[in-house]
């Protein structure tokens, strides 16, 4: 099976959090060179892509205006089933934040970035879905390597960015496939890090690593340890809710 999605690896978004109708809403920030600020919510929340001049008070009066818009999405997402993980074809499946659409074209599943699928894509996987022979068991198959060879290749570049940072030699690691945590460091400065992390945004898959790594040098969550974590993630207190609040959801 071919496997056609790659992602260019970006730096982490700003985090930030914003009050909206008594709600506390933490949202990603990404600015690049663009005329309009665009909304979006992905498999972790909120998302701001906005243009390189416009200011942060602009961009929260924006948010304000739009609150019950925001609202109202962010719940039907949290409630839907979307968050279940069927293998199927046509079934969405997110990869660093972004939704990617699992369709049949010559007869070869395929990933593709949803909003990059054509229309005569769609057709082409209605006209071949009841003779295509593939099974959930096939599908699954194919979306967790799909899943774990991107992890694997994200990973260890972020991986080796951050201990870059700390001045240390990027670990060994491997992935997990744990149902209670995302990450863990042992004694012996082995790093696991689990495959669902890849699903989620950078800036989040960055405060795992960065947590990770800090253990290298305080094998405890004390002062000391969050100040090695604030050196090269400074946003570590909004990742960590957000996360808290993404693992209820997804493990």
Request: charge should be positive; aromatic fraction near 10%; hydrophobic fraction near 40%.
């Amino acid at each position: 099976m071919k496997i056609r999605a790659t992602r260019t690896l970006h730096p982490s978004s700003p985090v930030h959090n914003i009050v909206l109708n008594n709600r506390t809403i933490t949202y990603s920030l990404v600015r690049r060179n663009r005329k309009t600020i665009g909304l979006r919510i992905t498999s972790s929340g909120l998302t701001i892509s906005a243009p390189l001049r416009l200011s942060q008070i602009e961009i929260e009066a924006i948010l304000q205006h739009k609150a019950n818009w925001i609202i109202e999405k962010l719940g039907a997402w949290e409630n839907s089933s979307a968050n279940r993980t069927e293998w199927k074809l046509h079934a969405v499946y997110w990869l660093l934040g972004e939704p990617y659409q699992l369709v049949v074209t010559s007869g070869q599943l395929q990933l593709l970035l949803q909003q990059d699928i054509k229309s005569d894509v769609i057709k082409v996987w209605s006209d071949e879905a009841s003779s295509t022979p593939f099974s959930a068991q096939q599908i699954e198959c194919y979306v967790l390597t799909w899943y774990q060879r991107h992890a694997i290749t994200c990973m260890k570049d972020r991986l080796a960015f951050y201990a870059e940072k700390l001045g240390v030699a990027t670990p060994i690691f491997h992935l997990s496939n744990a149902r209670s945590r995302w990450g863990s460091c042992n004694t012996s400065g082995v790093i696991r890090l689990n495959w669902r992390l890849i699903q989620l945004p950078l800036a989040l898959i960055d405060y795992v690593i960065a947590h990770e790594l800090a253990h290298l040098f305080e094998m405890n969550h004390s002062s000391a340890f969050w100040e090695v974590v604030a050196k090269i993630y400074p946003e570590y207190n909004l990742a960590r809710r957000e996360l808290s609040k993404i693992g209820r959801l997804m493990m």
